[in-house]
């Protein structure tokens, strides 16, 4: 099956900092990734969607000067979330296709806790 | 707004029984339709993927799909305690042209008991 990593797997950071969060697809090109939110005892939600070589799309109401997505190779997207605060802790996890339309496998995720 | 509906339980079954999770969607036009698994403080893992109308068996699994009722719905035979955790019906709809979208229903929480 298709492969995603994550890095890094979680990260505590001070409110005001920002903090980047990677992922890859470690044995496909991924044009198209995704990046999801969690908080606890809730379900998956679509942050946005991120196009190798174009800008991201954003769901309703993401903040997308907040959440920052740079999808520079087939391989690798990245999610910096800027002036974090205690509200965006939560568990980030990223996913890709191997073919735009069907299934998407999930990175291990990152969980985030900002003090 | 699309959305993918699902009991949130908890489902309870004894080992060896077998677990029934249902999910019902609004969007008549999907046509790709998932079952995950997640085990508490993990990341979903796919479990079958079904994208024509009937039944489609993986071992344990069996998924089924009847897009006239607008219905997936998982069979676990055989449960085991490991697979007890919350299942997640997905659907793939299609918005603003050719952008692609996986919908997530709340998640069945299922506990198999030994």
């Known amino acids: 099956g298709a492969v995603v990593s994550q890095h890094p797997s979680w990260v505590i950071c001070k409110s005001g900092t920002s903090v980047k969060i990677e992922c890859r697809s470690l044995d496909f090109q991924a044009t198209t990734m995704f990046w999801y939110r969690q908080f606890p005892k809730q379900s998956l939600m679509l942050m946005a969607t991120?196009?190798?070589?174009?800008?991201?799309?954003?769901e309703q109401g993401v903040e997308k000067d907040k959440f920052l997505i740079n999808h520079a190779s087939l391989t690798l997207s990245t999610l910096t979330v800027t002036s974090a605060h205690p509200e965006d802790s939560s568990f980030y996890i990223c996913s890709a296709p191997l073919e735009v339309g069907y299934e998407q496998y999930f990175g291990p995720g990152t969980r985030l806790t900002v003090t | 707004q699309k959305e993918v509906e699902q009991n949130s339980g908890p489902l309870s079954v004894p080992e060896g029984a077998i677990a029934s999770l249902n999910c019902t969607y609004s969007?008549?036009?999907?046509?790709?339709f998932f079952w995950y698994r997640q085990y508490s403080g993990k990341s979903p893992e796919l479990i079958m993927s079904?994208?024509?109308?009937g039944d489609k068996e993986d071992g344990r699994f069996t998924a089924q799909l009847n897009k006239a009722s607008q219905y997936v719905s998982l069979l676990i035979r055989d449960s085991q305690p490991s697979d007890s955790a919350t299942y997640l019906c997905?659907?793939?709809?299609?918005?603003?042209?050719?952008?692609?979208?996986?919908?997530f229903g709340k998640g069945t929480l299922l506990t198999v008991n030994p």
């Open positions: 997905a659907v793939i709809s299609i918005s603003g042209g050719s952008n692609y979208k996986l919908t």
């Open positions: 079904i994208y024509s109308n």
């Open positions: 969007d008549r036009g999907s046509q790709s």
């Open positions: 991120s196009n190798e070589g174009s800008k991201a799309t954003y």
